[in-house]
């Protein structure tokens, strides 16, 4: 089996490298990718620390989440084999960002008497459990009871999903643009290519598009995108169909994964996703796997 959608510390997961690639050496992963977002600091480490590398007997490809935008929604493009020393990252004061959005929530939940402890509901860059605003206020306000005939009258409520039901969704009242902190697909796509990586669409059938099949397929036909993740833990059987088929229609590679985050996602297991509904074998990614370097 092989997961090329993984996160550790160097982003918003909670496993180190070193817990993560004992964890994918136990489950005998032939290839996985580290694909930590707007980082690549795990690469980094294992340059510096060989022994960690050698912990784990499969590839990594090398590779990162990177955040960007499109039709003023914040999307992310995965990007394979790319050297990460060349990898053009767009920088921005996370800290200032995720404090701002943190304040514009917070006056949504006043408006609709929502209660969160303002002493619990701020902004650590050092807790990976409250690096970002969506998720921290999530589930703040899921530890009050008084909010729960709010929350049920709004609807899906899960601090895992609020960024992309609610913050980043234009019809939610929690909607806040952060695509003003992005860059544009076509310009982090001309990155991942100069760096000598593959472009992929991240989970395209997550996002709060309006139309979602159309967009999907705009975005394969009108950029540069090498490809499109197929196989990941929230997309249904239909979903899964359909973004295959986007692929073969329009000769783009696929991709999957299953987003472990470890604790920041407690349902989310390494390779196998949620129920065991994700399950990669290294033929699927054999059009496009002996294109990009592996460590």
């Known amino acids: 089996m092989i997961d090329l959608h993984i996160h550790t510390n160097h982003s918003d997961g909670t496993d180190s490298v070193e817990e993560l690639l004992k964890k994918a050496e136990l489950k005998k992963l032939e290839i996985i990718s580290i694909t930590d977002h707007d980082s690549v600091g795990a690469y980094y480490e294992l340059e510096k620390n ?36 060349k990898m053009k990252i767009h920088n921005i004061d996370m800290q200032k960002m995720q404090n701002t ?90 990155r991942i290519h100069e760096a000598g990586g593959l472009a992929f669409l991240a989970h395209g059938f997550i996002y709060p598009f309006k139309e979602k099949d159309k967009t999907i397929e705009k975005i394969l036909t009108t950029t540069e995108i090498d490809g499109m993740e197929c196989i990941y833990t929230l997309f249904s059987e239909e979903e899964r169909k359909k973004a295959c088929e986007l692929c073969k229609k329009h000769n783009k590679y696929m991709s999957g994964g299953s987003d472990y985050h470890a604790k920041n996602k407690p349902n989310v297991e390494l390779a196998t996703g949620t129920n065991r509904n994700v399950n990669i074998e290294k033929e699927f990614v054999q059009p496009w796997i002996n294109l990009v370097k592996t460590i």
């Open 50 to 85: 060989p022994e960690i590398r050698n912990l784990y007997s499969g590839k990594i490809i090398v590779g990162g989440e990177f955040k960007s935008c499109y039709d003023k929604v914040p999307i992310e493009i995965l990007g394979y084999g790319i050297d990460y020393k």
């Open 101 to 190: 959005i943190l304040e514009k929530l917070k006056s949504v939940c006043k408006k609709l008497g929502l209660k969160y402890d303002e002493e619990k509901t701020y902004i650590d860059m050092n807790d990976n459990m409250k690096k970002y605003a969506a998720y921290t206020l999530g589930k703040e306000l899921l530890n009050h009871e008084e909010n729960m005939k709010i929350i049920k009258e709004i609807g899906e409520f899960i601090p895992e999903t609020f960024f992309r039901v609610h913050s980043s969704n234009a019809e939610s009242p929690f909607y806040v643009d952060e695509t003003i902190y992005s860059i544009s697909i076509d310009e982090l796509i001309s």
